[in-house]
């Protein structure tokens, strides 16, 4: 049966399994949907059983245009998406107004962009929601998540990491940094999360293993781009040598929780849900 009180959602879908949840929580709730793959950046095999359409990146008068045909009135971005060069995104008339507009404001950085995407689509006529809202996942209390805890050392690290976080999210740079023995190894930039890690881990030295400490930036637009872990950034940590995880409770989206604790707890390195104060 269709929920009727409950409008059409757009989903935008890049990389990982994101899109396919928020999807099949529309499935059981017998929400409408129309699930938009990106083209180069979404795995059709994630989506099998699904009806969808691909699109790509650049053209968005064409997204706009199936997503009205749909009847949407509300869309969701998820799923990760690489920023290209925007020659690369080969932009057709609606998107090169986009470009063209964002190209006048001074602050070009991928919060900016994020916030920039989402005036747009409400300028369309469509409100965008945060995934965590959609999946009912707003609510992450501080504490550990799993069977593990930090120690003292530990938590001096994720105490320098969430300062080091704050400053680098200020300037709209990164959500995550990698702390050991007080030591920053790495922040994240434009390479993501994952390859923050694999760097790092080959910075590591002998010991405790490193930190991830992961926060909103003060500035966050989460309806677009919320900080975000799951099992796989929970098995790339294990692999690169890490101790643990510290993301922030309140603001951080974990794509299938039950899943993301289960998978720390096997691989012996605790996740923590801090409070960061701004």
Do not use: Y
Request: glycine share 10%.
């Amino acid at each position: 049966m269709v929920a009727t009180d409950l409008l059409t959602l757009g989903i935008i879908a890049g990389a990982g399994s994101l899109p396919r949840r928020i999807a099949d929580r529309c499935v059981a709730q017998g929400r409408k949907f129309h699930l938009l793959l990106l083209d180069g950046h979404a795995d059709p095999t994630l989506h099998a059983g699904l009806p969808f359409q691909t699109v790509r990146l650049g053209a968005a008068g064409e997204m706009f245009e199936r997503m009205r045909q749909a009847g949407c009135q509300e869309v969701v971005f998820a799923g990760k998406v690489e920023r290209p060069s925007w020659r690369a995104l080969r932009p057709d008339w609606r998107a090169t107004k986009f470009i063209a507009e964002f190209a006048l404001k001074a602050d070009k950085g991928d919060n900016a962009l994020m916030a920039a995407i989402v005036a747009t689509c409400e300028t369309e006529g469509f409100k965008v929601r945060a995934p965590a809202e959609l999946l009912g996942d707003t609510h992450l209390a501080p504490g550990p998540l799993g069977r593990l805890s930090p120690d003292g050392s530990q938590r001096d690290d994720i105490q320098i990491g969430i300062r080091v976080a704050r400053a680098i999210g200020r300037l709209d740079i990164g959500h995550a940094v990698v702390i050991q023995a007080g030591l920053v190894l790495g922040v994240e930039a434009v390479e993501g999360t994952d390859r923050l890690i694999e760097r790092c881990g080959a910075l590591r030295h002998d010991g405790i293993g490193p930190v991830l400490v992961k926060l909103r930036k003060p500035q966050q637009e989460i309806r677009a781009d919320p900080p975000t872990i799951g099992p796989a950034t929970v098995a790339c940590a294990a692999a690169a040598g890490f101790s643990g995880i510290a993301i922030e409770a309140g603001s951080t989206l974990i794509i299938d929780s039950e899943a993301t604790v289960a998978e720390a707890d096997r691989l012996g390195l605790f996740l923590l849900a801090v409070e960061a104060p701004e």
